[in-house]
């Protein structure tokens, strides 16, 4: 269905700042006289007290969430909430002088997504700033640092970058980009960019960007005079300044390794520790705009609410000025890190805090790596490194025998944990390797004993391998599985070469956890890491849990396809399991009376097509709050 084939009567909806449910008492009144008087059957009032809407919805395929009311053909919005969901003919009696009324023309219509999982910061430093990771020549190169230069203001430093990602992998294939990547002394054979290719044009801001891998950088001319490194000058410890024939520097910056170092591992960032003093913050501008760009694409792929793993607070307040002045698109649940519990509770906030457009009550935690470097944490050593099995992170020291039982170890984490929870904040933990799953599981049931039985909603964020045992245990305990399907697009590329076939196959064991009880939670880990991005569009991870493939098809019939979703339980993790996940189901995450009004429009209908198109299902139009801040 096109854009153009939507038909619009009365007024149209375009401004964001209209009336928040929240702040009128009035909306309250009518909601609970909606519910009051709303038929089972129906989900409508009766027509003697029926209200006209701000919105109506018609003539389309609408799949609520709503186990209740699973399907309709029609809704109505009131003050940013549903107060019909139903029929065609039941909607008419809300149509009133003022009604903006829209034919959907058969078109599909889910509740808006709502991501899990986002680095909101690096994710709108990445859309409004840099991006290189799919650049390995020097038109590419130019041509972005150009684009970022003329939006930048003037003197601000640009960074970032990540070049000749896809050199190593091609984005969504199982194979190679095409060459043997590997040099002798331990940084590969990747495209090498230099300062003159960018100086004639950046001649008044610095530039500092990276390869993919953090072991080579590129600075442009000001940003090498700005860290004193000249023709006659010495080079930084740690550091190997790139020249030319008669000694100057071509801006290529090298950190020392060795050959034996793994390609994707490096010990230490001497480069960066020698320019972080003289890369001053982003100003509060610039962080404005890449908030915006960062609202503006979720806007554009049907993401309307998020949980922002962001932990500088600055965000808090831009968050709240640009909700203040009505430019918030999408809802956000913030997560600051756990060490931070205690302030949290001094200002009495625990799960529920909030209202209907920034919400708090959780923390985040970290207690493994990942799998692109092998630190993630495993019970046996990797397949590939059998001197290696992952990582600790610093949260976990002390990691020590526990006073109150001598055969289990305690850590740092279980400590602050413990005193978070028995306060009333909700606890979210990052855990990729099996070890680093199973110690979570020992420590929740640990938590429980100690602090007692309770609706806690424990998030195992990621759950990317784990045990048979495990799996069902999370299931038992009522783990939520914040996993971001998309990572299985990504990671079965290289994941049996570093944990063998039989450990990939508690990968990512979507179907298992569902069906042991777990409640699985779906985002996107936006915007990745130094190697691979992770898209926002939640089309990307719907393909991904249904087909189970790279996004170039393969291996064809999906990698372990016993850990498929169906379409219907996809969307379901993607809205009302991740609502559940934050205490939000009784506000958001499904197309029912009394919700906010937050829903999408689709391109095409994901519940027939075949699963192998998901991922090219557009977003034609998104509300939030019966607002439209998007139309194709």
């Known amino acids: 269905m096109k854009s153009d084939l939507l038909k619009h009567h009365g007024r149209r909806i375009v401004d964001c700042r209209r009336r928040s449910s ?52 029609a809704l109505a919005v009131l003050d940013g909430r549903f107060i ?29 997504f709502y991501d899990n999982h986002v680095h909101f910061e690096s ?85 500092l960007v990276r390869r993919f891998d953090r072991k080579v950088y590129l600075a442009n001319g000001v940003a090498l005079e700005r860290a004193g490194i000249g023709t006659d000058t010495p080079d930084p410890e740690g550091i190997i300044v790139a020249r030319d024939a008669n000694g100057e520097p071509t801006g290529a910056l090298f950190n020392r390794v060795t050959a034996d170092v793994e390609s994707t591992v490096l010990v230490r960032d001497n480069v960066r520790v020698l320019f972080d003093p003289l890369i001053p913050e982003p100003s509060r501008v610039q962080r404005i705009a890449e908030t915006r760009e960062a609202w503006r694409t979720m806007a554009s792929v049907g993401v309307t609410s998020y949980c922002d793993i962001t932990s500088d607070p600055v965000y808090v307040d831009i968050y709240r000025e640009l909700r203040d002045a009505g430019e918030m698109t999408a809802r956000v649940r913030v997560r600051p890190p756990l060490d931070r519990w205690p302030s949290m509770a001094d200002l009495g906030i625990k799960v529920g805090f909030g209202d209907d457009w920034i919400r708090f009550g959780a923390t985040k935690a970290w207690i493994d790596g990942i799998m692109g470097n092998s630190s993630a944490r495993f019970y046996e050593p990797y397949t590939h490194d059998p001197d290696r099995r992952g990582i600790w992170r610093d949260i976990m020291f002390p990691f ?52 007692g039985e309770r609706d806690r909603r424990f998030r195992l964020v990621h759950a990317q391998v784990m045990t048979d045992r495990d799996i069902e245990r999370a299931g038992v305990l009522g783990i939520v ?115 906010l009004a937050d829903f999408v429009v689709l391109s095409d209908d994901l519940l027939t097509i075949d699963p192998r198109r998901i991922k090219d299902v557009a977003i034609v139009m998104t509300f939030v709050g019966g607002n439209l801040v998007y139309e194709q």
Not at 85 to 108: F, K, M, W, Y
Not at 429 to 448: F, K, S, W
């Open 123 to 207: 994710t709108g430093q990445l859309l409004y700033g840099l991006n290189l990771l799919d650049v390995a020549d020097e038109a590419g190169f130019v041509d972005r640092i150009r684009a970022v230069d003329a939006r930048y203001a003037p003197g601000t430093w640009i960074t970032g970058g990540d070049w000749s990602a896809y050199e190593t992998w091609a984005e969504g294939d199982v194979a190679a980009a095409g060459r043997q990547v590997g040099s002798d002394d331990g940084y590969g054979d990747f495209f090498l960019p230099n300062r003159g290719m960018i100086d004639g044009f950046t001649a008044d801001r610095p530039v």
């Open 84 to 112: 019909y969901v139903g029929s065609n003919r039941g909607v008419e009696q809300h149509i009133g002088p003022a009604t903006d009324v829209i034919d959907l023309d058969g078109a599909l219509v889910t509740p808006g």
């Open 481 to 595: 599985a914040e996993m971001q399907p998309y990572h299985t697009s990504d990671d079965m590329r290289w994941m049996e070469e570093r944990i063998g076939r039989d450990r990939s196959r508690g990968a990512y064991a979507f179907r298992r956890l569902w069906d042991a009880g777990a409640v699985v939670s779906f985002g996107s880990d936006s915007p990745g890491t130094n190697a691979s991005r992770y898209y926002l569009n939640p089309m990307l991870g719907l393909y991904a849990a249904v087909t189970r493939m790279t996004l170039s098809g393969q291996p064809e019939g999906g990698w372990f396809p016993d850990e498929r979703l169906t379409i219907e339980e996809a969307i379901r993790a993607y809205t009302l399991n991740t609502a559940y996940a934050g205490f939000e189901e009784q506000m958001k995450g499904s197309i029912s009376v009394g919700k």
């Open 400 to 451: 020590e025998r526990s006073p109150d039982d001598p055969e289990a170890m305690q850590s740092n984490l279980e400590r602050l944990a413990l005193e978070a929870d028995a306060s009333g904040i909700q606890l979210t933990v990052h855990a990729i390797g099996d070890e680093a799953n199973g110690y979570l599981l020992d420590m929740l049931e640990r938590i429980i004993t100690k602090n």
């Open 22 to 73: 929240s702040a009128d008492p009035g909306v309250l009144l009518r909601t609970i006289i909606t519910f009051m008087l709303a038929s089972a059957a129906c989900v409508a009032a009766p027509a003697a007290w029926a209200q006209h809407a701000d919105l109506v919805a018609r003539n389309g395929k609408l799949w609520t969430v709503d186990d209740a009311n699973p399907s309709a053909e």
